[in-house]
């Protein structure tokens, strides 16, 4: 194709490519089909992703709340800054807490409570059914008001107009809160409730304190000088290093952030859907050139080039391209609508199509990468078709074409699609590596289908004549054994990995509530009251399993001396464990369901020293020895302690559990609460109704409730998950199918002329499965290989759940995926089943 | 007169070196312009392999081949496509037509390749000559044997070559069907004044042209 054609040349290769393509488009569906349904998955991930940041760039403020946010913690603001503050702009304070409501004597439920003054909301709006009803927290009647969300409601049974008793104190629903602009991360799916400021404070709420963040958000009088007055409002809190502030873009981070990596990991799948449609594109040229061998080759009788050929078919494939982005694209934009449905209520998104020409350029040209990589060692082929063999009626089928010039030329392609899509992630190191495993798993194929021919010539002593065929068609010069094996090979490993995660992921769905899993959790319970408490409950049901443990807030400081930040990278798997407030807890025994792994619990009643023990897991990952020194920071004081063992920690035994436990000799001299966990056989419901009762302040959350907010999240992902395998496992077949189009032209032939000579339509049965059989048992064992280690990377260190193997789903797929596929073949070939020797011998 | 074919000590072996098959050993002969030339000779002889490396579609292993006196011997693919574009039109014992493209669509491709592209009248007069007028539209499987071979010849003779190359035309084709395209192959390069050179096994037709070159064991007897 290097050489340059004139206009009228230009003219008559179009004239013949949409000839040639009106007339056989029933033999391009194979290339206009699986182009099609790759482009639509990448342009659906696309324009998603694109609406939702457009989305939420466009509203920064509103998710914020304002031009900045400023949380100072458990204690509210000085009111001397809180005065400077407010010459900078319009404020609106708010408190954040954790607490229950409950349906008096009934049933309670753990809520998010956002008390607001009547400056709130700064930005966007508090949207409610009935209209309006946000205003009526403000007014001034003798009963508070309060604005619940739609889970509170169903969860409770009340109806707007009934009593909720929050704190003590009794409620009036005057509405439900559908969205708020600034809605926190942890309130998303779950539980919600709105109360004015003026009524938290009257009533003299209060809650255990480590639940619980005073808020502020400010609206600059000067807009104009946004950098400015950030840089005052930052300067006037500058003197607490613990009071947090964000500013637009920077809220809903970790929101932004489960987004990125999910289109990521959609964008990845949808471009390896587009590389496994590229092996069909790839089959379905050269099945094309081999059936149109002799009309090839009488063009180049006639005087056509080589290069005039390639460039018609190649236009051909580009106008199938143009034709199917499009219509692609079309659909992709309108995606955003469908995702809106999906995305949870409350968070207030509303996506917008946009149609662009940038957006559908990206979509092309990825598409372009692709068909002309695997067109180019297709199409290359037509230079190796010999018009002399006109004259000798002998067609050989020719083969990809992988010249030193080609392999050149596709590695600087294949190079350019990687980058082209990595600079597009945030992920770049491991878009890169899936790429790379990507590749070389294609490259494993390509080498498993040798070795299959290299043994099989080995042992060639097959006195059966369907072995013999069977041997013949594998072992050929210009096999197909290669194609048959990188198609099958790809599908049936992307098919496994898929399953095999999403297998895992509903594992943990279903095996996330073990029997021994308590009923309740007592989130934050004042040491003033655990004995009354107890007590309480005891009273209730004398066989109530009831276990409390001390609880106090510390940071990670550093490490043997180093600072925590220089030895942990933000990738490690563990870095939370270090990173921000951590829970710590004490005893003076170890727990029996924490095993001690490595080294020794210590001697009790060391009340100068502190020792430490760690959740084994977290230790190792973060390089931890014993005896390493360790600093905490426990309510402001650095305190250094001595590492002394390692606990193997199970988080999802769902009982109270510390990654960092000391010694409670040391510890009692700090200040604390508690948490705990209740089984009983009584109704958890009706305790908790009679504990929120007697005992306001207390939180609890039922497990199941947690379980089923975690199952939410974990079903939405599953189905993601299964959709996107169901997708490859199309993209897959269909390529299996245009790898059985590559055979049957020739397969037709050889058939027929085995019948001709005598040989029974039974043996060339049992010849076609022998060789799928060959074939397909060498693949199971590559497949599985690279699928158990990709599935296991991606659910231990990407999901960070537990890689299980699971033989029958696993026996399941392959004996499936075989069925189909043979079927498939054989439907593909069903032409051999009547051989009919006419239209052969007209050259048809 | 001119020389249309110029066969200069042409060998052509096939196979490796240790195994070498001598198809055709050190021929020498030429096709005057114009000429009538049949080619005969026992099965395996070596007859095909003489319109191969006359056509450009074989190179030879040794020798010199001119065609219109220009040497064709070493010339790249391009080149030679350009040189069979202009100068050679063949004829297949097997037809050889586009299934997908109708009778004047197989006939027009020739044209095409020369990059002439007015001449759809031409192709339709050349094919009603041929007494395929209400066959013009037709695709290859919709038409008879000899019918096939019609549509072949003309798009052989459309673009007017210099030389025509046949191998074993009527090969397919029943007695009478030979007899009539014959007269049609002999009556149009004629006409034309073009040189026909065509492998044969039929001696009535063999007696009809200007001169029999027997081949044997790839030799020239
Ligand atoms: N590709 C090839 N390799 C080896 N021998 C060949 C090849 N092609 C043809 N031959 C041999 O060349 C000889 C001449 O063939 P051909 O020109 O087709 O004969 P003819 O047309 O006279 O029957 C035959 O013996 C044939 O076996
Ligand atoms: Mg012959």
Redesign the pocket.
């Known amino acids: 194709m290097v050489k340059l054609f004139n206009a009228q040349q230009l003219r008559l290769i179009n004239k013949y490519a949409i000839r040639d393509f009106s007339r056989s488009y029933k033999k391009l569906w194979v290339v206009a089909s699986t182009l099609f349904i790759s482009l639509l998955l990448l342009s659906l991930t696309f324009s998603v992703k694109e609406a939702l940041n457009n989305e939420i760039e466009a509203n920064a403020k509103e998710l914020l709340g304002g031009d900045i946010q400023i949380t100072s913690g458990i204690d509210p603001l000085p009111s001397l800054v809180f005065e400077e503050l407010k010459a900078l702009g319009k404020v609106s304070s708010s408190i954040e807490l954790a607490t229950m409501v409950s349906k008096k004597g009934q049933s309670s439920v753990f809520s998010e409570l956002r008390a607001v003054d009547d400056n709130y909301p700064l930005y966007g709006e508090i949207i409610t059914t009935p209209q309006g009803a946000a205003e009526k927290i403000f007014l001034n009647t003798d009963k508070p008001t309060v604005l619940i969300n739609e889970s509170i409601q169903n969860l409770l049974q009340v109806e707007i107009g009934d009593d909720v008793v929050i704190m003590g104190k009794s409620f009036n629903v005057a509405g439900l809160v559908l969205s708020v602009p600034d809605l926190a991360e942890r309130a998303v799916f779950g539980e919600f409730a709105i109360i004015s400021k003026s009524s938290y404070d009257q009533f003299e709420l209060s809650s255990a304190g480590s639940f619980l963040d005073h808020e502020y958000r400010l609206k600059f009088n000067n807009s104009n000088e946004e950098g400015e007055q950030t840089r005052l409002a930052k300067s006037i809190i500058a003197y607490d290093d613990t009071i947090e502030t964000r500013l637009p873009g920077e809220s809903g981070r970790s929101l932004n952030r489960i987004i990125d990596n999910f289109s990521n990991f959609l964008n990845l799948v949808s471009v390896s859907a587009m590389i496994i449609a590229g092996i069909g594109i790839s089959n379905t040229l050269l099945s094309f050139v081999n059936q149109r061998n002799t009309s090839i080759a009488v063009k180049k009788s006639i005087g056509f080039s080589s290069n005039f050929i390639q460039l018609m078919y190649f236009y051909e494939i580009i106008l199938i391209l143009i034709g199917t982005s499009i219509i692609a694209y079309l659909f992709g934009v309108f995606s955003p609508l469908l995702a809106n449905e999906f995305l949870p209520k409350s968070l207030g998104i509303d996506l917008q199509p946009t149609i662009s020409l940038i957006g559908y350029l990206n979509i092309f040209f990825i598409g372009l990468l692709v068909v002309l990589i695997f067109s180019i060692p297709s199409l290359y082929s037509i230079s190796e078709i010999k018009a002399v063999a006109l004259f ?1 009626n002998t067609f050989q089928p020719v083969s990809l074409n992988f010249s030193l010039k080609n392999i050149i030329l596709l590695a600087i392609l294949v190079t350019i699609l990687t980058t082209y899509f990595v600079l597009q992630t945030d992920q770049k190191y491991y878009t890169v590596l899936y790429f790379l495993a990507f590749f070389i798993t294609m490259l494993i194929f390509y080498g498993v289908s040798k070795l299959l021919i290299f043994f099989l010539r080995r042992l060639h002593k097959f006195s059966n004549n369907g072995y013999r065929i069977a041997y013949r068609n594998i072992v050929a010069k210009k096999s197909l054994a290669p194609i048959m094996t990188i198609s099958l090979g790809i599908g049936l490993t992307l098919l496994l990995t898929l399953s095999f995660v999403a297998n895992n992921l509903k594992k943990e769905i279903s095996d996330s509530i073990p029997s021994m899993a308590p009923d309740l959790f007592f989130v934050s319970i004042d040491r003033d009251i655990k004995s009354d408490l107890e007590a309480f409950i005891k009273n209730i049901d004398p066989n109530v399993a009831l276990e409390f443990s001390p609880m106090a807030s510390a940071s990670f400081i550093s490490l043997n001396g180093t600072p925590i930040e220089e030895i942990v990278s933000k990738n490690n798997r563990s870095a939370w464990v270090v990173r921000g407030d951590r829970r710590i807890s004490w005893a003076e025994k170890p727990k029996p369901d924490n095993p001690i792994i490595e080294g020794e619990w210590w001697e009790p009643g060391n009340e100068d020293e502190m020792f430490i023990s760690m959740d084994s897991r977290a230790a190792y990952d973060l390089g931890m020895k014993i005896n390493d020194k360790i600093t905490l920071n426990i309510l402001g004081r650095d305190v250094t302690g001595t590492l002394k063992n390692f606990r193997e920690v199970d988080y999802r035994d769902i009982s109270v559990n510390f990654a960092i436990i000391i010694n409670k000799a040391f510890a009692n001299k700090l200040p604390y609460e508690y948490i705990g966990t209740l089984k009983s056989d009584l109704s958890s419901n009706d305790i908790l109704a009679l504990v929120v009762e007697r005992f306001p302040n207390v939180s609890a959350i039922k497990v199941d409730r947690i379980l089923s907010q975690i199952s939410g999240v974990l079903n939405k992902i599953f189905i993601a998950v299964t959709g996107i395998s169901l997708i490859v496992i199309v993209i897959g077949l269909i390529v299996i199918v245009s790898a059985v189009m590559v055979q049957a032209t020739f397969r037709r032939y050889n058939n027929l002329i085995y019948k001709i000579l005598g040989v029974d339509f039974p043996t060339i049965l049992k010849a076609m499965t022998i060789e799928f059989a060959v074939i397909y048992f060498t693949l199971i064992f590559f497949a599985l290989s690279v699928a158990v280690l990709g599935s296991y990377l991606v659910v231990e260190n990407t999901l960070q759940l537990t890689w299980k193997f699971d033989l029958g789903l696993t026996l399941w797929i392959l004996l499936t995926t075989a069925t189909v596929s043979f079927v498939l073949i054989l439907m593909a070939n069903k032409s051999i089943f009547s051989p009919k020797v006419y239209p052969l011998i007209r050259n048809e | 007169m001119s020389e249309a074919i110029q066969f200069n000590n042409v060998s052509l072996n ?2 490796s070196k240790n195994d070498v ?1 001598e ?1 055709l050993k050190r021929i020498n002969f030429s096709v005057n312009s114009e000429e009538i030339i049949s080619i005969v ?1 026992p ?7 003489i319109i191969m490396l006359a056509s450009g579609l074989e190179t030879a292993t040794e020798g010199s081949i001119k065609i219109n006196n220009e040497e064709i011997v070493g010339l790249k693919e391009d080149k030679l496509s350009e040189v069979r574009r202009k100068n050679i039109g063949i004829v297949f014992q097997s037809f050889y037509l586009i299934p997908n493209l109708t009778a004047i669509e197989n006939v027009l491709l020739s044209l095409e390749a020369n990059q002439k592209y007015n001449q759809d009248d031409d192709a339709k007069a050349l094919l009603a000559d041929f007494g395929l007028y209400h066959r013009l539209n037709h695709l290859p499987s919709e038409l008879s044997g000899g019918e096939q071979q019609r549509v072949a010849i003309a798009r052989a003779l459309i673009n007017k070559p210099k030389i025509i190359l046949a191998d074993e035309p009527t090969g397919n084709l029943d007695s009478a069907n030979s007899a009539s395209m014959m007269d049609l192959l002999f009556n149009y390069t004629k006409k034309s004044k073009t040189s026909l050179v065509m ?1 044969t096994h039929d001696n009535s037709i063999a007696e009809r042209c200007d001169r029999i070159i027997e081949i044997k064991d790839g030799q020239i007897v």
Not at chain 2, 43 to 49: A, D, E, V
């Open positions: 000798r | 096939y196979g098959v198809v000779g099965s395996g002889s070596g007859k095909t392999s492998v």
